[in-house]
């Protein structure tokens, strides 16, 4: 229940003009606060010369859920005064939004906010709420690939760009052969990609991931670039090897944008985000971390060229 007033905007004095809100990023849980970026900054993702900027139509606040399910939305504003609040489009009668229900596991609720001054100047963003479920996965999920990044040393070299015409860079009678696989890829998990290399799989299961920008060219930073997979995705009778993909390189992914603030959900079978990325934070740099684009020695080679092994 939002406790707004069915019917009736409220009535706003005349009063000295007042800047536009500026809100604050607001994690209950953990008690801590940092400003939230302007609705210009939020997710910027610079992919070379295919940048795909994607500004949202409002900031982010998250919050992890508590058992109270109530926020005193002045917790969001700092110095200001907000004559009236609106949650979804609906005006709040007080100052104290029930945002509801615990989210299902992987999940998030969005709640647009919108406040507005006594000089009718107003600000948005969307207030990302996250279940407690989530944090704790994704607090176990990054302990334990810390304990184990030898794997990552193993990492084939990556190509600078592709081959003319968005073709396999490297030759066919390479051997070995580390990059036999190119696909077209457009999805919101990277921004800007257009193509994507994928490596044989390793002895261990792991695989490499590089992904290229309309022009062929190699992403290298953000949640943009390609990441090293713990379980490289492949076919088989049970999709057992996709599933645990899915669990230990995608679902972890996920989690780390929305506790970033992001508002998205997966799709089916995490196949995409239902939403573009807006924001890349402290959680994802967290997931970049174990997930990396490079292995230790960041070696290039460029297309038609046999990657020599060390």
């Excluded at 490596?199 to 299961?205: E, F, I, K, R, Y």
């Excluded at 695989?207 to 953000?222: C, E, P, S």
Aim: one cysteine or more; a neutral charge.
């Amino acid at each position: 229940m939002l406790g707004a007033a069915p019917g009736r905007s409220p009535r706003f004095p005349v009063g000295v003009a007042l800047a536009v809100v500026t809100a604050l990023i607001v994690f209950l849980s953990l008690h801590k606060e940092s400003v939230l970026p302007t609705a210009g900054d939020c997710g910027t993702f610079d992919s070379g010369p295919a940048t795909r900027t994607v500004i949202a139509p409002s900031c982010v606040a998250p919050v992890i859920w508590a058992p109270s399910h109530r926020l005193d939305l002045s917790e969001l504003v700092r110095t200001r005064r907000v004559a009236a609040w609106s949650a979804n489009g609906r005006w709040l009668g007080e100052g104290t939004l029930d945002y509801g229900d615990e989210p299902a596991f992987n999940t998030v609720h969005v709640i647009r906010l919108e406040a507005e001054t006594e000089d009718r100047a107003r600000a948005e963003l969307d207030l990302v709420v996250i279940p407690r479920s989530t944090e704790i996965a994704f607090r176990r999920w990054l302990l334990e690939e810390r304990k184990d990044m030898a794997w990552i040393e193993r990492l084939p070299p990556v190509y600078s760009s592709l081959a003319a015409d968005g073709l396999n860079p490297e030759p066919g009678g390479c051997n070995p052969r580390f990059w036999p696989s190119i696909r077209r890829v457009d999805t919101k998990y990277h921004p800007g990609a257009a193509w994507e290399l994928r490596s044989v799989t390793a002895q261990d299961g792991s695989g490499h991931q590089a992904i290229y920008d309309v022009t062929g060219k190699l992403i290298r930073t953000t949640v943009a670039a390609g990441s090293a997979d713990r379980v490289s995705p492949g076919f088989d009778l049970t999709f057992s090897r996709l599933r645990r993909h899915v669990d230990r390189d995608i679902t972890p992914y996920v989690w780390a944008a929305q506790l970033d603030g992001n508002p998205v959900n997966p799709t089916p079978f995490f196949r995409d985000l239902d939403r573009p990325l807006i924001h890349q934070g402290r959680h994802l740099d967290q997931y970049l971390e174990v997930r990396p684009a490079f292995g230790p020695d960041r070696r290039e080679f460029p297309p038609g060229v046999c990657i020599s092994p060390k």
